[in-house]
T-cell receptor, first 116, second 114 residues
Framework: AQSVAQPEDQVNVAEGNPLTVKCTYSVSGNPYLFWYVQYPNRGLQFLLKYITGDNLVKGSYGFEAEFNKSQTSFHLKKPSALVSDSALYFCAVRESYGGATNKLIFGTGTLLAVQP | NAGVTQTPKFQVLKTGQSMTLQCAQDMNHNSMYWYRQDPGMGLRLIYYSASEGTTDKGEVPNGYNVSRLNKREFSLRLESAAPSQTSVYFC?????????????FGPGTRLLVL
């Protein structure tokens, strides 16, 4: 069965420093991977996805993620953190392939706190 | 486009009461989903509807029922609310074509069951 793991409940970083939010996955077959962000009292917003192609995926708000097949990881990165990036970040993997749905399996989330 | 809308935004119920959470999308998506979000557990799928006229159980369906009223609307019903159903509920929608799997989420409904 597909699964994702986010090993850190919280990541703290100073404004202007680079940030990384970690995600590892387990799939049978080619992975379809996603990152979502949730700001306080809001729904989830799509950031980026990896389906195929380049291992470095660029997304919204200056975020990018690096797909590493050998390490089964899909870490979220940003070169320079902003206080406004403080939010809850979710990694997700598509559950099945070739079927009639796009069910996603979500990680437990990582709270990113950017200090000014 | 409003995207995915949910009503109500907040609700307080007493144990045993019933209620229906409403969800609508205006993106002409085929698939719709209901999730619950609890601290430390991420999002868990309650029910989903691959297309109009079909519904299927997700990871945590017990205590819930759903109705795919038409292509736009997907409602979630709690027949007899329990304190364990206190949570934040999110509706989402997506297309089902390859490379169009991104799910779009509504703003959520906060439910407190006393």
């Amino acid at each position: 069965a597909q699964s994702v793991a986010q090993p850190e409940d919280q990541v703290n970083v100073a404004e202007g420093n680079p940030l990384t939010v970690k995600c590892t996955y387990s799939v049978s077959g080619n992975p379809y991977l996603f990152w979502y962000v949730q700001y306080p009292n809001r729904g989830l917003q799509f950031l980026l996805k990896y389906i195929t192609g380049d291992n470095l995926v660029k997304g919204s708000y200056g975020f990018e993620a690096e797909f590493n097949k050998s390490q089964t990881s899909f870490h979220l990165k940003k070169p320079s953190a902003l206080v406004s990036d403080s939010a809850l970040y979710f990694c997700a993997v598509r559950e099945s392939y070739g079927g009639a749905t796009n069910k996603l399996i979500f990680g437990t989330g990582t709270l990113l706190a950017v200090q000014p | 486009n409003a995207g995915v809308t949910q009503t109500p935004k907040f609700q307080v119920l007493k144990t045993g009461q019933s209620m229906t959470l409403q969800c609508a999308q205006d993106m002409n998506h085929n698939s719709m989903y209901w999730y619950r979000q609890d601290p430390g557990m991420g999002l868990r799928l309650i029910y989903y509807s691959a297309s109009e006229g079909t519904t299927d159980k997700g990871e945590v369906p017990n205590g819930y029922n759903v109705s795919r009223l038409n292509k736009r609307e997907f409602s979630l019903r709690l027949e007899s609310a329990a304190p364990s159903q206190t949570s934040v509920y999110f509706c989402a929608s997506s297309e089902i074509r390859t490379y169009q799997e991104t799910q779009y989420f509504g703003p959520g409904t906060r439910l407190l069951v006393l």
